[in-house]
């Protein structure tokens, strides 16, 4: 938790978000998938800072969608105040969120996944259809890099339960350079679109499933896509109230790393915070510090997520 603390730290002491409230009050008015812009490009924002990325990134990120894109048509500023917004940002975070605005990203998305490195140069068209834009290899890291933040900030189902990007975001790590981001994909160690399609599918029957189907149900999400901390920590619960002392530990522990190290919810309906919390909370009743552990049972922990 020491690391969160410090990447908190160090954004707080960042000016440009406080100015950003200040000069683009119309962004807590947009809405962006039954929130406001703003919460969007703050919790963009805030992936990158604690994923450790330079400064002009984070700010890249701040205002990736400034100008409006291919995929959200409202701007904050119109393109003749990139002056504005340079002076906001600064130049290098400015040049990346303008092509991160004026690019073709499906046309993106569909080229690097075709890829096993990256060019020196990739040619992407502008969305105005007005000829292309040839971006150098650092240029498609950085965005790729705002792209992963952004998917996984916003990926949500209507009711907040997961969705599909994870395997997106690991595909595109592979063409980073190594630890850039907090988790290691290795090469046998990845997730296809189909096993993260059937593990959200699995996934989603859980909140009606019979509850004595629910653990083995979890294990196959887990087997389908490791790389999601909630599953673990619902499995954690099942296993403590087995006594399962040793394996709920684990569990616990894993699923918490993970969700510390995305510094994101991969089901949104319960905030980051409180899936934290409740990997802290199964630790507890491991160690046996929890005064009320009887109320930390599987049944009762789904009917939160789903009330």
Not at 2 to 29: I, Q
Not at 57 to 86: D, K, M, Q
Not at 217 to 231: F, H, R, S, T
């Amino acid at each position: 938790m020491a690391k969160n603390s410090t990447a908190l730290s160090s954004a707080l002491d960042d000016p440009c978000v406080p100015l950003l409230l200040e000069l683009a009050p119309a962004a807590a008015g947009m809405d962006h998938g039954g929130r406001s812009f703003i919460e969007h490009l703050i919790g963009t924002w805030w992936i990158l800072n604690h994923w450790k990325q330079p400064r002009y990134i984070c700010r890249a990120g701040l205002l990736h969608s400034c100008y409006s894109t291919s995929f959200y048509p409202h701007a904050l500023f119109s393109l003749r105040e990139r002056a504005r917004v340079r002076a906001l940002i600064g130049a290098r975070a400015e040049a990346l969120a303008y092509r991160f605005c004026i690019i073709d990203r499906a046309e993106l998305w569909a080229k690097v996944a075709t890829l096993a490195s990256l060019p020196q140069t990739l040619s992407i068209s502008r969305i105005d259809r007005d000829g292309c834009v040839a971006l150098s290899k650092q240029t498609v890291q950085e965005l790729l890099l705002v792209e992963s933040a952004n998917l996984a900030e916003q990926s949500a189902g209507a009711d907040g339960s997961p969705a599909e990007w994870m395997a997106r975001v690991i595909a595109w790590s592979k063409l980073l350079p190594a630890s850039t981001l907090p988790l290691q994909f290795g090469a046998n160690l990845t997730l296809t679109p189909a096993a993260e399609r059937k593990a959200l599918r699995i996934y989603h029957s859980i909140s009606s499933a019979a509850l004595r189907t629910v653990p083995s149900l979890l294990d196959e999400v887990i087997a389908l896509n490791p790389w999601a901390g909630e599953p673990k920590l619902l499995r954690a619960v099942h296993l403590l109230e087995q006594h399962e002392k040793e394996r709920a530990f684990s569990d616990a522990m894993q699923g918490h790393s993970l969700l510390s190290a995305w510094c994101v919810a991969w089901d949104k309906r319960w905030s980051l915070n409180r899936w934290l919390s409740l990997g802290n909370a199964i630790l507890n009743g491991v160690a046996g510090l929890n005064g009320r552990s009887d109320k930390l049972t599987l049944k009762a922990v789904r009917k939160a997520l789903t009330t």
